[in-house]
């Protein structure tokens, strides 16, 4: 059982800046997945960016060059870096792993984004 927590949401204005925070309970460098979803408001939950075990990263194209899932050396660690911000980028962030046949959410964290 893993679980996760997402921080560092927030308010920030178009063009600026965020970093997402998730902390696992405990290691997730071997995992099969690990992704970064995210809800905005009255709409489906959407992939952003995905990770997989051999190394492979895939962004949605709305975020390309802008976001940036990034690893610590901490294997508990996964960022996103949100450059660029966009009003259409704000949503509920929730980081996502699969291990094992499980899946992991995490609780979420709100970003808002204004123009």
């Known amino acids: 059982q893993i679980q996760l927590v997402e921080s560092g949401g927030g308010l920030v204005q178009a063009g600026g800046s965020l970093r997402l925070s998730c902390v696992a309970s405990?290691?997730?460098?071997?995992?099969?997945?690990v992704a970064w979803y995210r809800q905005p408001p009255g709409k489906q939950r959407e992939l952003v960016v995905v990770r997989t075990s051999g190394g492979n990263i895939s962004y949605t194209d709305s975020v390309k060059d802008r976001f940036t899932i990034m690893f610590d050396n901490d294997p508990k660690l996964v960022y996103l870096q949100m450059n660029s911000l966009k009003p259409e980028d704000t949503a509920v962030y929730y980081c996502?792993?699969?291990?094992?046949?499980?899946?992991?959410w995490g609780q979420g964290t709100q970003v808002t984004v204004s123009s």
């Open positions: 405990g290691s997730i460098r071997g995992a099969e997945v």
């Open positions: 996502y792993v699969r291990h094992l046949y499980f899946i992991y």
